[in-house]
């Protein structure tokens, strides 16, 4: 079983820290208040219920 490495990044809304998931160990996370049409992403809500994209570079 493959353990899941996981970071913190601020919500671009109010600034509180949610979890991503991290597929790689090198990978460069980039913060979006919005959805791109192309790039390996992920959503994120934070615990205020702001809705948020985590893009891997």
Known sequence: MQIQETREVACPKCGE???VPVPEQDVELKVSP???AFGEHTEI???N???FWVYYC
Do not use: G, L, P, T
């Open 17 to 19: 820290n949610s979890s």
């Open 34 to 36: 919005y959805v791109a």
């Open 45 to 47: 809500e934070c615990s």
């Open 49 to 51: 219920e702001h809705s």
